[in-house]
Nanobody, 121 residues
Framework: VQLQASGGGLAQAGGSLRLSCAAS????????MGWFRQAPGKEREFVSI???????DYADSVKGRFTISRDNAKNMVYLHMNSLEPEDTAVYYC????????????????WGQGTQVTVSS
């Protein structure tokens, strides 16, 4: 599976962005798809996951502001980010897990290249 993240950019605090992750390869619908982010000088952290069942989970820091979704017909995963805060500034990565991934980045088998999100105050 190859992943290509896009949609990052510059936003003002309180604004919105939508990240997209295009997946190539077979069996996309069976993968758990996650979003992680890494800010300068910090470790990569979990943001959200959508499982093959469609169930979702979010980091507490983004709960209520971010929404993850997937379109299995298009092999796409999205992260809708609302009410952005300067603390959301980071490189965002999409990742795919063959069914055991959750919040731990070590459980993910495939990673996209990352897309930069910068939120100004």
């Amino acid at each position: 599976v190859q992943l290509q993240a896009s949609g990052g950019g510059l936003a003002q605090a309180g604004g919105s962005l939508r990240l997209s992750c295009a997946a190539s390869g077979r069996g996309f619908s069976t993968y758990y798809m996650g979003w992680f982010r890494q800010a300068p000088g910090k470790e990569r952290e979990f943001v959200s996951i959508i499982r093959s069942s469609g169930s979702t989970d979010y980091a507490d820091s983004v709960k209520g502001r971010f929404t993850i979704s997937r379109d299995n017909a298009k092999n796409m995963v999205y992260l809708h980010m609302n009410s952005l805060e300067p603390e959301d500034t980071a490189v965002y990565y999409c990742a795919a897990s063959r069914g055991i991934g959750n919040h731990d980045a070590r459980d993910y088998d495939y990673w996209g290249q990352g897309t930069q999100v910068t939120v100004s105050s």
